[in-house]
Antibody
Framework: QVQLVQSGAEVKEPGASVKVSCKAS????????VSWVRQAPGQGLEWMGW????????NYAQKFQGRVTVTTDTSTTTAYMDLRSLRSDDTAVYYC?????????????WGQGTLVTVSS | QSVLTQPPSVSGAPGQRVTISCTGS?????????VHWYQQLPGAAPKVLIY???NRPSGVPDRFSGSKSGTSASLAISGLQVEDEADYYC???????????FGGGTKVTVL
């Protein structure tokens, strides 16, 4: 069965960086895009960016351009999301999801989420 | 301000039918990009409820149905049940922004 298992919760100080991992299993990793979606406390869902599973190309939301990098390691079928220059309003649950892309496909599998807390 | 507009909340008695609207524009829903719906139960990750405008994944009750017309889409829940209390989100793609877009979410309350 398809599974996306994310790394554990993180606490970071403002200005620091965080890297969240997402281990995929149960499907051919390179056949699907992986996206990252976040949800601040009590707020809605916000798409951050995706990476093509087959080509490794990326697309990021304008809001996060220059501050986020999404990568994959196909040898370990793991995706990573690196967010830099953290601010208090980056406190959120970060989800990796299978899907994305400019054809408008949806997100059929979600990781369990990783809580990132930014606080001094 | 979300690119896709949803009502913040809807409510209904058990057994009733409720609908949630998702209004977009000519660069997303109106451009033909599919609409997907997600259900988020309290404290859980979202899960897909409807994909490609009208399709239900296996395991999703047929009480849930999706439709799309013009620049809008709707999610209908018929025979509302207590366990349907959750937040619901629509999602599509916007070609002007070149971004995935979500609605702001709708909280469904069963009275």
């Amino acid at each position: 069965q398809v599974q996306l298992v994310q790394s554990g919760a993180e606490v970071k100080e403002p200005g620091a960086s965080v890297k969240v991992s997402c281990k995929a299993s149960g499907y051919t990793f390179t056949r699907y895009d992986v996206s990252w979606v976040r949800q601040a406390p009590g707020q809605g869902l916000e798409w951050m960016g995706w990476i093509s599973g087959s080509k490794g190309t990326t697309n990021y939301a304008q809001k996060f351009q220059g501050r986020v990098t999404v990568t994959t390691d196909t040898s370990t079928t793991t995706a990573y999301m690196d967010l830099r220059s953290l601010r208090s309003d980056d406190t959120a649950v970060y989800y990796c999801v299978r899907g994305g892309g400019s054809t408008g496909q949806g997100f059929d599998y979600w990781g369990q989420g990783t809580l990132v807390t930014v606080s001094s | 301000q979300s690119v896709l507009t949803q009502p913040p909340s809807v409510s209904g008695a058990p057994g009733q039918r409720v609908t949630i609207s998702c209004t977009g524009s000519s660069s997303n829903i109106g451009a033909g990009f599919p609409v997907h719906w997600y259900q988020q139960l309290p404290g859980a990750a979202p899960k897909v409820l409807i994909y490609g405008n009208t399709n239900r994944p296996s395991g999703v009750p047929d009480r849930f149905s999706g439709s799309k017309s013009g620049t809008s889409a709707s999610l209908a829940i018929s025979g509302l049940q207590v366990e349907d209390e959750a937040d619901y989100y629509c999602q599509s793609y916007d070609s002007s922004l070149s971004e995935v877009v979500f609605g702001g979410g709708t909280k469904v309350t069963v009275l």
